[in-house]
Every structure is written in C-alpha cells, then in structure tokens.
C-alpha cells in the first residue's frame, strides 16, 4: 500500500544542485551593475552632450528631445545586444501590484529574408502594449480602450537574465490616453515632486539658496519565508494564494526564539549568496541578511536609495528573489501571512528627505539651525501622520495584509508614532514651555539652542510601533511583504508635502506682518506639536488598554481592508490628493474600485479552495480513518467478547463529530460564499459581506480540520504540515 507522504523522503536535495563551483563565485565589486545601463555606464559609451543632456534629466528633470532619444536608444541597444540581450521591454506597474512586461525582438525583418536589429528613440520612448486586461477600474473604459507605457529615465534600464536569453526592461509609467494613471509608478513620481517643491519652501525659509532639490530616501527591509518546493506544490493553497487555508501549529513554533538571528542553515546561506549575487548584478545593494522571529523566515534589506530607484528595486528584488529560489529547490514565499498562528511577514520602510547637497532633512544635525529645521520637518510629518492616518492605512490594505495588522504581532491596525524617549520629552517640554531634567531650559529656544543628544537607537525598545523615528529616518513598519511600496511612499510623500505647504503658507504670512523669522518658527511648531501630540505613542500597541487609549483620542481603528479602503475617496482625501497633483478624484475613485475588486477575488478564490479542498483533501482521509476505526472497534470486540474498547469507541466518536462538523461548516461557507457572490453587481455589498460572513466561515472550517490534523493518522493527510513545511529544509 503506498503512503500519500512520499514528500517526506524526497526533500533532501542533492548538495550538488545548489553549491556553486568555487571558482565561478564572483567578486561582487566587479559584479555591481553589470547589467545596468547606469549613468556610468553612459558616461563611458554616450557622446559627452548627450551625456550632460541625460543627466540633466535624470537630476533635475529636464526634458528629452527626440534627436537626443535616438541616440540613447541605439546605444542603449548596442550595449544590451553586446551583454547578449535579445528582447527590450517596457518594465511598468500596473495596478494588480505586480509588475509586467511585454517583450519585444531587437530583430526586424528585412526584405529578401533577412533581419536587422532596431530601436529607436520613439520605441525607447513610448510603447503600447495589448493592455486591455490591466485593472482600471472603469477608467479606460470611460476615456480610452487603451494606455501606453512612456520611459521613466530617471530609473535606469536593466537587463535581466532568463536561462536562455536576456531581456532588456526600461522603467515605464502606465498612462491612459487621456493623461490618467493607470499604474503605481505615476502617482509615485507626481508625489515626489509635490515633495520637493514644498520642502524646497521650507529650505529656502531657513536661508539655504543653493540647495535645488529634496529627495525622498528609501529603504525597505524585506522579509520572507523559504520552503522545500517539494512541500509547495502539494499545497494548492500555497500554489494558488501563497498562504496555507489549512495547517495545525506545529508543537514547536517560535515559542523557543531559537530562530531569530540564529546562524543561517547552509542550504538557506547558499540561496541568500546566490541571490546577492543576482542582485548585484542589477545594481541593488543588498547588504543584510538574517534570519526573522518565525522558523524558515528570513530577512533581506539593501542600503538606502532614492525612493523611484528603491521602489523599482524592491519589485524586482522580490521577483528575482522568486526565481533564484526555484534554482534552490525552495519556494519563496512574500504572502504577508503563509502560516496562520505564526509570526508573518512585513516590509519596514524606512524614509527619510535629502536636499542635493547631500544633508538629510530628518536628521536633527548638530547646530542649532540644523535642529530647529529638524523640529519643523518632525511637526511637518506628525501633522502629516495624524490627520491623514486613515489613509496611511489605506495605503497598506490589502486581504493578505489584514491577517498581520492589528492580529498582536508587527504594528496594530491603529496608525501611531513613536518618538523615542528623549525626543518625546524635548516635544512635550516645547508643547508646555517647562524644562525637565533631561530638557534644560535653554534647550527651549528653538533655533538658538541645541537639542539634547537624541540616543541613535532609541527606537529598539519599541518594535510594536506601526511607524518610528529611528535617529535620522522613519520607518512606516505596517507595509506588507509582497506589497508594491509606491502606494504608501505616494501617500507619505503626498500627507507630507501638504503639511510642509502648511508649515511654508504660515510663515510666510508671518514674515509678510515682519515677525522674526525665529519666533515664527517656535510658534508654528509648538503649534503643531499640541495640536498633533494625539499621534505620539510610545507605549505597548498591542494591549487592549492602547485599543481604548487610541478611541479616546479619537485615531482610527481601521481593521481590515473594508474599512480602511475608503480613505483614499474621502473629501479630505480628494482634496489633498488634487491639491498635490498626485491622484484625481477620477483615479482615487478607480484605484478603490480595484482595490475592492482585488480583495473580492481573493477572497472568493480563497474560498472556493476550503472548500474543494476540504472535500477532497481533508474529508476523505478522515472518512478512512474513521472507516478502519470502525472496523478495528468491531473486530476486536467480536474476538474479545468481555472487552469494551472504550477510549477506542471515544476516540471514534470524536473523529466522527469533527467530521460531522467539519462537512457542516462547509455547507455554511458554501452557502455564504454563494450568497456573496450573488451581490457582485453592488461591489461594496460584496465586500463586506465576504468580510463579515465568509472569511469567519473559513476560519471556521479551518478550525475544524486542524483539530482533526492532530488526531487522523498521520499517513492518509496528504497536505504537508507546518511541522514539515517549517523544519525540514
Ligand atoms: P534596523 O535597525 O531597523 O535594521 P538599519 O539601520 O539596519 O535599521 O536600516 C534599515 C534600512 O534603513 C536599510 O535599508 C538602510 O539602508 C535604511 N536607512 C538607513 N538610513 C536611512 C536614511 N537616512 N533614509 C532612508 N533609509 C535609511
Ligand atoms: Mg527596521
């Protein structure tokens, strides 16, 4: 009789397949960028204007004429066929979150048989793809069938590498015909210029004239998880929704917290090597890896970047990640929640603003002026943070992201900041002028005195805080794994913009009545610090005492998608995005749209599997369980007449009650499931009611079948456990 585990003996990989021969382990400092069309690179290969003009666009935003596009197309096209690239294509972010891409030949043909390699400026420039299948929500239909995606110069074209061929991809926006955003990118880069337009207020207002440029930094530490991909592929959840429906927690979790910094398994090391590899190579600079709190979880994260480049590395980063884990043997896993009951998965975002000068806006500095700067960016994002926390998050909904927030692990759903002690005490003393021990009074004088020393690492002693100031950046730590990061840089960027725009309005106004530019500033900023100081938590988030601290001061409790989703379509939301030139009422309206769509599907496909699933997986294996206890339970009791098999007959019974209740609670997510469905053509009333009525059906079913996991014999469960999934590698 052959097991249905034969997954158990088949996960030792051969060794082979995965070390690299020693000798073709590369120097990662030759390796860096080799498959980037950088600035460098068109230093050394493009015609000195062409190169002055290049840059130009990329650092200060001037615009490409086409005689000049010729010319970086061809050699852009030279030097990708020389790295052996066949293909080009527009790279772009549509609004399923993912990224995509159309290949195109270099190859045209000529006449007579033959072939030439072309590319020109215009198809550097703009490409059309068949796009008519991208999510719109209803914009391309009311406008234009069809958009087109425009090369983003500012993001370096790249080369990636297929097991049989390369690929040229060129960043591109995604816009509809008529001007509308049809992708992650556009809103990305309006917003960033809404940034730099009001930060460069605020510098100017502090006397700096020679700055021409504020930036936004980014760096977003990844984590992720890592299975034997002979584990996936028997699970069809993990196959077709990248979490698990089903699974008991193993008797070892991470209860030990003997994983979390651990030393890297061999195996996992030889993937991370390999995947830094991959990635030098595109020019992204990872440089930490460790392993996380859960088993068989781990962490990426690259040194800081401009954020377009970040944002673009960070979606690439997760897909070469995909890739190189299938050379492993491993599947890697970016669902925010792959394990239910274990620790899952985020991206922290760290952020922060630098001028071209090099000087980063949120770092305090260690002059007066620097500091009195610092305070005015510090009350530009506390306000930024508290009257628009609804759409931060927003910004970070989605299905899979609900089973993290708020689910007392990674930040609650409630949108808070964390200060750090000193830094709390120097706003609390500027918001009540009274010194304290660690506040003289002297420090008071905003632009006059220095701030105390703020400890670098103030910040480790709260990891529940959904978003922190950590010495000289703020890391946004609700974002999930596999989320695309631009949605909720757009939203920061934008919140922030606004509030410098706020912050610039008042004191010009205060300068145009000739108060002292000082004063001006101290009072704005005590101003905003006890309007804002809501906002500021330092303590537990995850306590119920929070929960009700938060109502009392009136922050948003936003649980899952369904409730947070409808801050992007707010009035204040309209008018803040209009405002900045970074969303339309039309855009925010058709982003909701697809958001709701998104969370819709996934949730009826998620469904649909608990139960298939369930009827065809689980059910069966208990029913032949339950069939040889019977058997066995007759015929001992028919050879030993006197004997009762009474723990026999309960364990029976408990089998057949969970069964029973198991089959009933399918028919109920069946039914409710069908009952959702039915509502589709009112997409809010769909929503929520897959919210409220099918997702506690599945965990219901879920709880069910996980009960039975642990008493059904071992070998009919043809699912592989936590227990395997978590700990053979
Ligand atoms: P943590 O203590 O949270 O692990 P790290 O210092 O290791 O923080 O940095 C985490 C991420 O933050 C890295 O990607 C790092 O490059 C980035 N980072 C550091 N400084 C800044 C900054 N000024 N702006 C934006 N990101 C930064
Ligand atoms: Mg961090």
Same mark, same amino acid.
């Given at each position: 009789?052959?097991?249905?585990?034969?997954?158990?003996?088949?996960?030792?990989?051969?060794?082979?397949?995965?070390?690299?021969?020693?000798?073709?382990?590369?120097?990662?400092?030759?390796?860096?960028?080799?498959?980037?069309?950088?600035?460098?690179?068109?230093?050394?290969?493009?015609?000195?204007?062409?190169?002055?003009?290049?840059?130009?666009?990329?650092?200060?935003?001037?615009?490409?004429? $086409?005689?000049?596009?010729?010319?970086?197309?061809?050699?852009?096209?030279?030097?990708?066929?020389?790295?052996?690239?066949?293909?080009?294509?527009?790279?772009?972010?549509?609004?399923?979150?993912?990224? /995509?891409?159309?290949?195109? /030949?270099?190859?045209?043909?000529?006449?007579?048989?033959?072939?030439?390699?072309?590319?020109?400026?215009?198809?550097?420039?703009?490409?059309?793809?068949?796009?008519?299948?991208?999510?719109?929500?209803?914009?391309?239909?009311?406008?234009?069938?069809?958009?087109?995606?425009?090369?983003?110069?500012?993001?370096?074209?790249?080369? #990636?590498?297929?097991?049989?061929?390369?690929?040229?991809?060129?960043?591109?926006?995604?816009?509809?015909?008529?001007?509308?955003?049809?992708?992650?990118?556009?809103?990305?880069?309006?917003?960033?210029?809404?940034?730099?337009?009001?930060?460069?207020?605020?510098?100017?207002?502090?006397?700096?004239?020679?700055?021409?440029?504020?930036?936004?930094?980014?760096?977003?530490?990844?984590?992720?998880?890592?299975?034997?991909?002979?584990?996936?592929?028997?699970?069809?959840?993990?196959?077709?929704?990248?979490?698990?429906?089903?699974?008991?927690?193993?008797?070892?979790?991470?209860?030990?917290?003997?994983?979390?910094?651990?030393?890297?398994?061999?195996?996992?090391?030889?993937?991370?090597?390999?995947?830094?590899?991959?990635?030098?190579?595109?020019?992204?600079?990872?440089?930490?890896?460790?392993?996380?709190?859960?088993?068989?979880?781990?962490?990426?994260?690259?040194?800081?970047?401009? #954020?377009?480049?970040?944002?673009?590395?960070?979606?690439?980063?997760?897909?070469?990640?995909?890739?190189?884990?299938?050379?492993?043997?491993?599947?890697?896993?970016?669902?925010?929640?792959?394990?239910?009951?274990?620790?899952?998965?985020?991206?922290?975002?760290?952020?922060?603003?630098?001028?071209?000068?090099?000087?980063?806006?949120?770092?305090?500095?260690?002059?007066?002026?620097?500091?009195?700067?610092?305070?005015?960016?510090?009350?530009?994002?506390?306000?930024?943070?508290?009257?628009?926390?609804?759409?931060?998050?927003?910004?970070?909904?989605?299905?899979?992201?609900?089973?993290?927030?708020?689910?007392?692990?990674?930040?609650?759903?409630?949108?808070?900041?964390?200060?750090?002690?000193?830094?709390?005490?120097?706003?609390?003393?500027?918001?009540?002028?009274?010194?304290?021990?660690?506040?003289?009074?002297?420090?008071?004088?905003?632009?006059?005195?220095?701030?105390?020393?703020?400890?670098?690492?103030?910040?480790?002693?709260?990891?529940?805080?959904?978003?922190?100031?950590?010495?000289?950046?703020?890391?946004?730590?609700?974002?999930?794994?596999?989320?695309?990061?631009?949605?909720?840089?757009?939203?920061?960027?934008?919140?922030?913009?606004?509030?410098?725009?706020?912050?610039?309005?008042?004191?010009?106004?205060?300068?145009?009545?000739?108060?002292?530019?000082?004063?001006?500033?101290?009072?704005?900023?005590?101003?905003?610090?006890?309007?804002?100081?809501?906002?500021?938590?330092?303590?537990?988030?995850?306590?119920?005492?929070?929960?009700?601290?938060?109502?009392?001061?009136?922050? $948003?409790?936003?649980?899952?998608?369904?409730?947070?989703?409808?801050?992007?379509?707010?009035?204040?939301?309209?008018?803040?995005?209009?405002?900045?030139?970074?969303?339309?009422?039309?855009?925010?309206?058709?982003?909701?749209?697809?958001?709701?769509?998104?969370?819709?599907?996934?949730?009826?496909?998620?469904?649909?599997?608990?139960?298939? #699933?369930?009827?065809?997986?689980?059910?069966?294996?208990?029913?032949?369980?339950?069939?040889?206890?019977?058997?066995?339970?007759?015929?001992?009791?028919?050879?030993?007449?006197?004997?009762?098999?009474?723990?026999?007959?309960?364990?029976?019974?408990?089998?057949?009650?969970?069964?029973?209740?198991?089959?009933?609670?399918?028919?109920?997510?069946?039914?409710?499931?069908?009952?959702?469905?039915?509502?589709?053509?009112?997409?809010?009333?769909?929503?929520?009611?897959?919210?409220?009525?099918?997702? $506690?059906?599945?965990?219901?079913?879920?709880?069910?079948?996980?009960?039975?996991?642990?008493?059904?014999?071992?070998?009919?469960?043809?699912?592989?456990?936590?227990?395997?999934?978590?700990?053979?590698?």
């Amino acid at each position: 009789m052959g097991s249905t585990r034969h997954h158990r003996v088949s996960i030792n990989q051969e060794h082979s397949e995965w070390v690299r021969p020693m000798n073709t382990i590369s120097i990662p400092n030759e390796l860096f960028g080799t498959n980037v069309f950088s600035l460098a690179t068109m230093r050394s290969i493009l015609p000195r204007p062409i190169y002055d003009h290049m840059k130009s666009i990329i650092e200060e935003g001037a615009m490409l004429d $086409p005689a000049t596009a010729d010319v970086i197309a061809s050699t852009m096209k030279d030097w990708a066929l020389s790295h052996g690239a066949s293909h080009y294509s527009h790279w772009f972010h549509p609004l399923t979150g993912a990224t /995509a891409e159309k290949h195109q /030949a270099f190859l045209t043909p000529i006449g007579g048989g033959g072939v030439i390699s072309e590319f020109s400026g215009k198809d550097l420039m703009r490409g059309e793809p068949d796009a008519s299948s991208f999510p719109s929500g209803g914009i391309r239909s009311t406008f234009e069938a069809r958009g087109y995606t425009g090369w983003d110069p500012t993001s370096p074209a790249f080369i #990636m590498e297929g097991l049989n061929g390369k690929t040229l991809c060129i960043p591109s926006v995604f816009i509809g015909w008529g001007g509308h955003s049809l992708d992650k990118k556009t809103p990305l880069l309006r917003s960033l210029s809404a940034l730099n337009n009001q930060a460069l207020r605020i510098l100017r207002l502090f006397g700096n004239n020679t700055a021409n440029r504020v930036y936004a930094n980014l760096g977003c530490e990844q984590e992720y998880f890592l299975i034997d991909r002979t584990f996936f592929v028997q699970r069809p959840d993990l196959v077709a929704v990248g979490r698990t429906l089903y699974g008991a927690k193993p008797p070892k979790g991470q209860e030990l917290e003997d994983h979390y910094f651990g030393a890297i398994k061999e195996r996992v090391l030889a993937y991370m090597q390999d995947l830094e590899l991959e990635l030098y190579k595109l020019g992204i600079p990872v440089n930490t890896r460790h392993n996380e709190v859960a088993p068989m979880q781990f962490e990426i994260a690259p040194l800081y970047e401009e #954020m377009n480049l970040a944002t673009d590395h960070n979606m690439v980063t997760m897909s070469v990640m995909k890739t190189v884990a299938h050379r492993h043997g491993f599947e890697c896993l970016l669902h925010e929640k792959p394990f239910a009951r274990i620790n899952g998965s985020g991206k922290h975002n760290n952020w922060s603003l630098q001028d071209n000068e090099g000087h980063n806006l949120v770092d305090p500095g260690n002059t007066p002026q620097s500091n009195a700067q610092f305070l005015v960016v510090l009350a530009a994002v506390m306000r930024a943070v508290h009257l628009h926390a609804d759409i931060l998050r927003a910004a970070i909904a989605s299905p899979a992201n609900d089973h993290r927030l708020g689910a007392n692990e990674a930040p609650p759903a409630i949108i808070s900041i964390y200060l750090g002690e000193m830094l709390n005490q120097v706003v609390h003393a500027i918001i009540t002028g009274k010194s304290s021990k660690n506040v003289p009074k002297d420090y008071l004088d905003i632009g006059v005195a220095m701030l105390p020393p703020l400890p670098a690492h103030d910040s480790d002693r709260n990891r529940t805080s959904p978003f922190a100031f950590t010495g000289n950046k703020f890391e946004f730590r609700a974002v999930g794994s596999s989320q695309s990061v631009a949605t909720a840089n757009m939203a920061l960027n934008t919140i922030v913009a606004d509030s410098f725009q706020f912050i610039a309005d008042s004191i010009e106004i205060k300068n145009a009545e000739g108060r002292d530019f000082l004063e001006s500033v101290q009072e704005i900023v005590r101003e905003l610090f006890t309007h804002h100081q809501a906002i500021i938590f330092d303590g537990d988030g995850y306590s119920i005492a929070w929960h009700e601290e938060a109502a009392r001061r009136g922050l $948003p409790n936003l649980r899952n998608t369904i409730e947070a989703a409808p801050a992007f379509i707010t009035d204040k939301a309209v008018e803040l995005f209009e405002k900045h030139r970074v969303l339309t009422k039309e855009e925010l309206e058709s982003r909701f749209h697809i958001d709701l769509e998104a969370f819709v599907k996934t949730l009826q496909i998620e469904a649909t599997l608990v139960v298939q #699933m369930g009827k065809t997986q689980i059910v069966p294996a208990v029913v032949t369980y339950q069939s040889r206890l019977a058997k066995s339970i007759q015929h001992i009791t028919s050879i030993l007449s006197d004997f009762r098999a009474t723990k026999q007959t309960s364990l029976l019974i408990e089998v057949a009650n969970n069964l029973e209740e198991f089959l009933t609670a399918l028919d109920i997510l069946d039914v409710k499931l069908n009952n959702a469905i039915q509502s589709k053509e009112n997409l809010r009333e769909c929503a929520r009611l897959f919210q409220e009525e099918v997702r $506690p059906a599945m965990t219901a079913a879920r709880d069910i079948a996980d009960r039975l996991e642990v008493i059904v014999d071992d070998e009919l469960w043809s699912l592989p456990k936590y227990q395997e999934m978590l700990f053979l590698s």
